[in-house]
């Protein structure tokens, strides 16, 4: 993992008061001796949150003399004696007794606090949800670093929460996120929340083509036997279905790429995991397109570093398993994710460009991509050989056995009872094909469509997905085909010739590619999308059926997506954003698809996530570069803006909460979201320590959209509404 703290770039560590927690409460440096220096008072705490005085167990304030004066020019600080404070913080304002505090607990909303300059004799009020949740979040903090009482500056609990959220995304959750695979950290890396085996055992599966890697982990496996990591090697033909779902009855971890380094302490070279970003919750392992999504904050943030990790960890997929995975775990083998790696390899590159190997990292990336395509989107099942089109379609034989237990329950009861057969014995029976139910193969044939489209779950895609060319899935390999062209043409003179190991079914060694083959691969996708996705009277794209061979109509936020990769003409861009746009613009941004499109929902027919009325962070981002790449450049603002209000109002009136997706239409409390397997990010006790992957990138680059005003708007809390009547107002009055 990477250290927390380290990317925060401070010499004056004890003079910040905003510094990471790592430096703030660390031992070494978040001790704020040299600060104390100027004050002078005997230390005797008089902590008012516990009604007497407190002796100081931390050393260094005993019997240091301080001044009883308060200075108005001074910023405030606080003396605080972290767990009776704690204590009585959340037996006061804690009343739902959920370590939370938020606009829901109905305490005094007020705690009087010692300051620092009075050695705690003079006491303040710390008042309101958004300062006392602060409150609770630093001592937690604090007390996770083992301190007993902590000097803590105001500046850290009325900090604007624009800057308080996107410190703590760059500070604190990208680190808490981070991860390595080398074996020290095998139990919190190899835990997976989805394990449904009775006795999960820390695992790794290692592909035939990496024995460096196998003897790395047998190693460790051997020297480290408290760890209980398994180490296997995969079959060759290791996305064969049969197997991939016998392996099911032992899930693991599946390699990724690792580096050489060098260690000083045993003087030999060893390998060591690269770093990757998880998303959260329950998502511990690296994802395909919350990867990509991940990337555009972490790039702003600087961690370049880190983003050319996964790249390489794509590329490493693609070499040794045939695609980018939906994730690295066993029971993902046979499925991917949409698929960015092209911009996510050329956002790279432009970042490191002048440095040694940048030109054999983007070949690296673009030879893997070109696999993927060839490979994965451009053969069938996924290829459609009538329209050209590709459509979602993984292999797997089936229940998908990671979705939550009672997923699956409407659908497979009925078959049980018809077998006669307990739920577990049907699924048994089902997956080792004892008994054969076409329909529900039809029925998993589509689901696990569904889950590589990375839009788990939605009526659009329920029980139809394996048939469907997407407007998603070929506006993003029309992005492939236009930059592959383009790298091929400006960085590699107009040849790139396929390595061996590069080569799946289908392609030969040596074959040269040239930019004229792609640019022709994207105008005629141009075409085909015309043809069968885009509706001229609605004015927006939509998915086709291609057994049916017609356009379902389903109203989905995709339908932006052609934006993004410049597929959309700039006649069909206006038309989108005429037409299309207000059928999905709501409270806190896009949502999912349209109530219209989604029906009904009740007992029989329950919410998806997918749908309306929630809101994802790639939606929102997609839409804001297209709109921007076609010189919507208000409406990507207002969008962003909408999004960035609503995310902040809940991290202020819920304890920092950041989560994976949101209710858009709901303006209280968007993130409680009642819908499959809830919302993950939400369940912290006293502070929230990632965020959510994809969320904290849009929120990062969202920041870089909207004006210096809309910022400072954001940082008040204004709604859009408000903002726009004031921002009249003001023109109006100069
Ligand atoms: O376990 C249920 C499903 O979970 C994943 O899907 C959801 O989370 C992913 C990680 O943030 C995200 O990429 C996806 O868009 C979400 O719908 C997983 O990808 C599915 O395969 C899995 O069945
Ligand atoms: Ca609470």
Known sequence: MTSPGKHRRTSVIVDDPLAAPSVYYGTSHGRRTGRANTYSAYTQIQDTAVGRNAPVEDGRYANRRISHDESSFQPRKFLIRVEPTLKTLLSREDTDDNMQITIEDNGPKVLSVGTFTSNAYNKFDIRGNYMLSNLLQELTLAQDYGRKTIVLDEARLNENPVSRLSRLIST???????????????????????????????????????PEQYEFYTRFAREHPESRLDVQWLAENCTDELYVRDLNKAPGLLAIAMEEHFDPSSGRTDLKGLPFVVPGGRFNELYGWDSYMESLGLLINDRVELVKSMVIHFCFCIKHYGKILNANRSYYLCRSQPPFLTDMALRVYDRIRYEPGALDFLREATLAAIKEYYTVWMSEPRLDKETNLSRYRPGGVGVPPETEASHFEHILTPYAEKHGMTFSEFVDAYNYQRVSEPELDEYFLHDRAVRESGHDTSYRLEKVAANLATVDLNSLLYKYEVDIGRIIRTHFGDKLVMPADMCGPGMTPGQVETSATWERRARKRRLMVDKYLWDEEEGMYFDYDTVKKQRTGYESATTFWPLWSGLATPRQAAALVERALPKFEVFGGLVSGTERSRGQVGLDRPNRQWDYPFGWAPQQILAWVGLQRYGYEADAQRLAYRWLYMVTKAFVDFNGVVVEKYDVTRQIDPHRVEAEYGNQGSDFKGVPREGFGWVNASYIYGLTLVSAHMKRALGTLTTWDDFVKATEALDISL
């Open 172 to 210: 604190s959750f990208w680190d808490g996120l981070t991860r390595r695979i080398d074996g020290n950290n095998i139990a919190q890396v190899g835990k997976d929340p989805k394990d449904w085996t009775p006795n999960p055992v820390p695992r790794i599966y290692i592909p035939r083509g990496a």
